[in-house]
């Protein structure tokens, strides 16, 4: 029998003399004093320590002024980080602080029996039957976007994915979060979504600032950062009066919460333990801005590999085709999230190649030993958890984008494929609980928009830029797009006269011959 594998991080006070110490590690030079503070551009961050973790190695040290940062750039390192939270590593203190200031120390930042309180109630709203339920307000904004996408299809102009997609995720969570249909897809944007918008580019700012001179010294920016804490935390309070109104005039909603913000209230009034208002406030304020940023940013590479690769484009096409058949309402069976094999698929590689969320910041909560490395407790550790999905140690041909090897992982025997070196949603007692609602999401809208259209990329588009704002999201992610003939059905437009008078034009999609139509009758019944 084989032996299972040593642990290659250890804590219990470790025997430092025998270890290496963090000063003996590589890393890059620094300057005196302020060590590689000024290489640590923000919204460039994800660059800068995967190019370090290509020169140094899976453990190397940083320094911003005389903190020591620790980076791992190894899957089994990380992953046994990941399982060890939250006993013996925590969410770097530092991050912890940060978001307390812009209000949203919820679920993400809270640590210990804290975390453990909040997260049974979030949990329980965000588990696979509650995101079932929550699929009739999913289909309704979706075909908001579906419409919105058509008017632009008949239009025969270039837009902008992204900020669509924000606008989708914004409408989504907010009806998950609170129960507001907030409707920015066919609305104005709303002024709630432009507070939100600078939130993670301060904490991305902030998280490698030498100090907190935000609290001393506020810039312009954080100035307006300051005001939109502020705006956001009313709207909140607002939400939870609301709230508890509406829970008093129908007690049922105590038993049977809607939304997350109706499950925390009820949690407080029913639980002495139960979440206090500003935990209640913060997690509303977490995913809101979990919510938004993360899926948007994954569907926006998603439309950005369909047009760099027509193949992958057609091939999440004919899925579509055959699994909806004729159709009209297809996410109504349950298992129709299941049989969209390939375009998982395409999700995991996008998400592997593009990782949305690709570090943690953490610290140990007592002296640890790395593989031979002495950890003093509190030390910052970078954890680069996508930057090892690109690596070819753990996946073959990791240069390549080949969703294929999803699916074909396990008779093609090509080479590696380290499933634990993917983590776009971490690992461990912490894993994301947002993540059956963010692939639902991004199953329905990849669905609707390869099933309806063609998408390529405008001939003077400009390359994609990829910018780290706590997360990693894509820029220049403009797109055309033009109506697919298979299509069946048709789809009422809504426009405006010279008077800006609204009026419906509907659009009737040619049927497909009736040979057609038995045909892939029968390839989605077989």
């Known amino acids: 029998m084989e032996e299972p594998a040593a642990s290659s991080v250890r804590g219990s006070h470790p025997h430092a003399p025998t270890l290496r110490t963090l000063d003996e590690l590589p890393g890059p030079r620094g300057l005196p004093f302020l060590g590689n503070a000024l290489d640590l551009k923000p919204t460039e961050l994800h660059r800068l320590v995967a190019g370090w973790a290509d020169q140094f190695g899976p453990l190397f040290v940083f320094r911003v002024a005389t903190t020591r940062i620790l980076t791992v750039a190894d899957a089994e390192i990380i992953q046994q980080l990941l399982r060890d939270r939250p006993d013996r590593f925590r969410r770097w203190h530092k991050i912890e602080e940060i978001v307390a200031d812009i209000k949203a120390d919820g679920l993400f930042s809270a640590e210990g029996a804290k975390w453990r309180r909040q997260r049974k109630y979030v949990m329980h709203m965000l588990n696979a039957s509650h995101v079932r339920e929550f699929i009739p307000r999913l289909e309704q904004v979706v075909g908001r976007l579906r419409r919105r996408w058509w008017r632009t299809a008949l239009a ?27 409707n920015t897809l066919e609305e104005k944007k709303d002024p709630i979504q432009n507070h939100l918008d600078k939130m993670f580019p301060a904490i991305a ?24 804490v502020k705006e956001v935390g009313k709207f909140i309070d607002g939400l939870i009066t609301e709230t508890r109104a509406r829970l008093t005039a129908n007690p049922e909603l105590r038993v049977s919460p809607r939304n997350l913000l109706e499950a925390l209230v009820a949690a407080q009034e029913k639980d002495t333990e139960g979440p206090s208002d500003e935990e209640i406030a913060a997690n509303v304020m977490t995913l809101l801005l979990a919510g938004e940023d993360t899926t948007a940013n994954t569907l926006s590479y998603m439309i950005h590999f369909l047009m760099e690769f027509p193949r992958v484009q ?89 969703p294929e090897r999803w699916l074909n992982a396990a008779e093609e025997n090509t080479g590696a494929h380290n499933t634990k070196a993917f983590m776009p949603f971490g690992a461990g007692p912490r894993f994301c609980p947002g993540r059956q609602l963010a692939m639902l999401q991004i ?50 437009i809504e426009l405006r006269d010279g008077n800006r008078r609204m009026f419906v034009l509907p ?12 045909k892939q009758h029968a390839a989605t019944v077989g």
């Open 443 to 492: 199953k329905m809208v990849t669905a609707m928009l390869c099933r309806d259209f063609d998408v390529s990329r405008p001939k003077d588009a400009r390359p994609l830029e990829d910018i780290y704002n706590f997360t990693v999201g894509p820029t220049n992610v403009y797109a055309i797009l033009r109506p697919r003939r298979t299509i069946r059905g048709g789809i009422d």
């Open 156 to 182: 025969g102009m270039p837009f902008d994915a992204h900020a669509d997609l924000i606008r989708l995720t914004v409408d989504v969570t907010s009806g998950l979060a609170f129960g507001r249909d907030i």
């Open 507 to 518: 659009i009737a999609f040619p049927e497909r011959r009736v040979a057609d139509r038995r």
């Open 205 to 228: 700012r902030r998280q490698t600032a030498l100090f907190p001179y935000w609290r001393y010294i506020q810039l312009p920016e954080d100035r307006e950062v300051a005001i939109a």
């Open 314 to 402: 057609s091939a999440v096409q004919e899925e579509v085709d055959r699994v909806f058949g004729m159709a009209e309402q297809p996410w109504q069976d349950p298992a129709t999230p299941d049989r969209l094999r390939y375009i998982e698929a395409f999700a995991n590689e996008a998400m592997r190649c593009k990782p949305v969320g690709g570090h943690l910041f953490l610290e140990p909560n007592e002296d640890m030993q790395i593989q031979d490395v002495f950890v003093p407790k509190g030390t910052p550790i970078l954890a680069l958890n996508g930057y090892v999905g690109t690596q070819e140690a753990n996946f073959a041909q990791a240069d390549e984008f080949r």
